[in-house]
């Protein structure tokens, strides 16, 4: 069964600093990838996802992901990161019927 | 933008009680979904439901739970006896094509 790993669960980092959130995903085939991002009290929203084409996916917010496929890998990265980006971070595959396979999240804190 | 919406958001219940969860999902999306997050855990898929029936569901998903689209509006899970290890998030989500759009949730608390 397709699975999701992120790892280093809890990051804390200044404003400025550049964020990478890593995800690997267990699966041989043709992958459809995700990140979804959770703001506090609020609903889980797309940031960015991949289908095919270009490796290097842009999403909203200024966050990108790079599909590295020899890797299993799908990371997720910011340059300069900002207060507002306080969120927990979640990557998913996409299995069979439509449906989502999650990582356990990454827990993301800016300090101002 | 529409929008998924989930009632309640928060919903307290004693354990042994039935639960009715309630979602709207976005008009014109064919494909609907329940997912849940117990704290400090993944977000698990629960079930999928196409053409007025579940079309997958996870071993999560026992005889304790069911799912409804009564009216072609609302989608709803039902908890028959819930349990304390039913406390979570419950999201509902749906599409007409991928990405999945997820409502807001709804906390369960099994006391």
């Known amino acids: 069964a397709q699975s999701v790993s992120q790892h280093n669960h809890h990051v804390i980092l200044s404003e400025a600093a550049s964020l990478e959130l890593g995800c690997n995903y267990s699966y041989g085939g043709t992958v459809n990838l995700f990140w979804y991002v959770q703001y506090p009290g609020q609903h889980l929203q797309l940031l960015l996802k991949y289908f095919s084409g270009d490796p290097l996916v842009k999403g909203i917010k200024g966050f990108e992901a790079e599909f590295i496929k020899s890797k299993f890998s799908f990371n997720l990265r910011k340059p300069s990161v900002q207060w507002s980006d306080t969120a927990e971070y979640f990557c998913?595959?996409?299995?069979?019927?439509?449906?989502?396979?999650f990582g356990k999240g990454n827990q993301v804190v800016v300090i101002p | 933008e529409p929008e998924v919406t989930q009632t309640p958001s928060h919903q307290v219940t004693q354990m042994g009680q039935e639960v009715i969860l309630r979602c709207v999902p976005i008009?014109?999306?064919?494909?609907f979904y329940w997912y849940r997050q117990i704290l400090g855990q993944k977000v698990e898929f629960l079930v999928s439901?196409?053409?007025?029936?579940?079309?997958?569901k996870s071993e999560i998903f026992d005889d304790q739970f069911s799912v409804e689209r009564p009216d072609g509006s609302n989608f709803t899970l039902k908890i028959r006896s819930t349990k304390l290890e039913d406390s979570a998030m419950y999201f509902c989500?749906?599409?007409?094509?991928?990405?999945?759009?997820f409502g807001n949730g709804t906390r369960l608390t099994v006391t």
């Open positions: 008009s014109n999306h064919l494909y």
């Open positions: 439901f196409y053409n007025n029936e579940i079309s997958e």
């Open positions: 989500a749906s599409t007409s094509a991928s990405p999945l759009h």
């Open positions: 998913a595959v996409l299995t069979g019927n439509n449906r989502l396979a």
